[in-house]
């Protein structure tokens, strides 16, 4: 209500002005398109004066607390108090500038007759036919003041208040870098001797974008109210980070503008580390801002810094770093053992099957973790059933580096990544295929930055090719008659795949039921970010806690997943739930059912 008539209110200043100069003059004039005018300037004023009383009583008399950041996570000296005040003042401003030229219309009707075009300022016109022509007059003049005039008198203000967002935020989302995904990073460059800082440490060190997202931030806290950290209690809020960032730069940014550098690290005042390591990098953040700010990407140039610049980051990943370096994966598995997973099974290796049309990306858990490792001999025993001509990579895989990149080991990352891209050209597959979202994303938005341009797929997206191309058959009989799904993070929201699973899971009519978070607003199983090598950060309760807790207020005991990193997790917290959940990949779920061959 608020927005478009404030959206409007360009167009009915401009009349007015002009009204106000040019005697005689009347805007649009009195024909179908002046008539159609007043009807959208007398509906959108009350619009948003409505609206905007509302929006004054949920902030200052209900005190949302959407609208609120906790305590525990800092923000700058006094920016609570300023955020309550530029709010008041906002507020009052608006309700003052549409109030008055509101009233001032329904001076002008007392003066001159009622308009069947202007209802709501009809109606309140007959509330001043006891007033004088010249009390009228003077109300005109006194309105058309308080309309305009106060403009200006605001503007000075305008430039220090949230309310510059009216003109960045447009000019944040026009000129948005164009990537292939909301979590694809840019490339570090190691090589460049001139180069003397890596990631983040002080607010000068941002790349323009992140330095306007700060004044493009219109402090709304959708960001924080779909970040998994803030809602289980942590000190992370990306809100609090782009007003933090916000408030330095209107305190310090003269001083930065004359080259000077700032004496206080991004980590002193706009979020502390707890913070940075509570970020899981689900890209919910990024996902839900209208104006296209990207908080989580600040986050992680911060947590290069510190790993690149500083070497300090939590001591558990240095187990996940040292396999991924040794052994090629984190679980620390020797790779001679990476095949293991498919003893038994008649899984062919690049080496024995090179012109293969489609090469499995297994991936680093289902190839070394136990749990994972059932689902991945399900899915491989689906494509043995369908006669999928496919080959693995076998001991020639490695770990594809996002845990190192999220985590901000950047020359790790790159390290991995310039290998399998030289395994992968020189195998040159036709298409990959990985049950993994982590090994999906990275595989098709990192790696072309390394000269690894290929088509990947997920295992979902290939099961529902086979299911509806007939080439699988399922059986409607066996398995679970109904149960819901979780939307992984990098499969959905940063990858955009949100029905392959939902009709792989229809085929044989199992009944889906939705949980209330799910696709584009699904909640993170904890695991990303490279949460998963990590103890999480201190809170109310873990991620994958309150994702179980949504399962089981869903009334379901079976919940299908996508990904071995959300399955490990909410396996992990399932053990601890009041009722028996049972945490099945899509691919177990498929082979269980499949009809028996003749």
Known sequence: MVAWGFIFYLLVNIGDVLWAFLPGYEFLGSGTAGKVYRTFTDIFSVSVLVGMTMLLVRRFVLRD????????TPLLSNVRRDIRRDSAIVGAFILVHVGARFVGESYQLTLHGVDVWQPFASQVSRLWTSWSTSALETGV??????????????????????????????????????????????????????IEQFGVSNIEHLSWKGLLDSYACIMCNRCQTACPAYATGKVLSPAALEINKRYFLNREGARLARGEASNVTMVD?????????????????????PVGNEPMRDILEIRRHLVLMENAFPEELQSAYRG??????????????????????????????????????????PSTDPRAQKSARSFAEILIYAGVDFAVLGTEERCTGDSARRSGNEYLFQELAVANVETLNRVNPR????SCPHCLHTLLNEYPAFGGNFEVIHHTQLLEELIQSGIIVLDRNDGPASLTFHDPCYLGRQNNVYDAPRVVLQASDIQLHELPRSRRDSFCCGAGGAQIWKEEEAGDRRVSTERINEVIEA????????????????EDAAKSAPEMIEIRDVAEIVRERLEPQE
């Open 431 to 434: 298409r990959i295929v990985t």
């Open 65 to 72: 607390t959407g609208l609120q950041i906790r305590d525990r």
């Open 269 to 289: 005042f706009a979020l502390p580390e707890e913070a940075v390591w509570g970020c899981t990098s689900c890209g919910a953040c990024v996902d839900v801002c």
């Open 324 to 365: 991924m370096e040794r052994s090629a994966n984190p679980w620390n598995v020797p790779p001679e053992k990476r095949m293991t997973w498919a003893d038994g099974l008649q899984v062919p290796t690049v080496a024995e099957k090179p012109d293969s049309e489609l090469l499995w990306w297994v991936g680093c858990a």
């Open 141 to 194: 003049h006194i309105s058309w003041w308080l309309a305009i005039g106060g403009i200006l008198l605001f503007l000075p203000y305008f430039l220090f208040s949230k309310h510059l967002h009216l003109f960045l935020a447009p000019v944040n989302d026009l000129l948005h870098p164009d990537r292939r995904s909301i979590g694809e990073l840019d490339a570090l460059d190691f090589d460049d001797e001139s």
């Open 555 to 570: 009334g379901e005991n079976t919940l299908a997943v996508a990904c071995p990193f959300c399955m490990i997790m909410l």
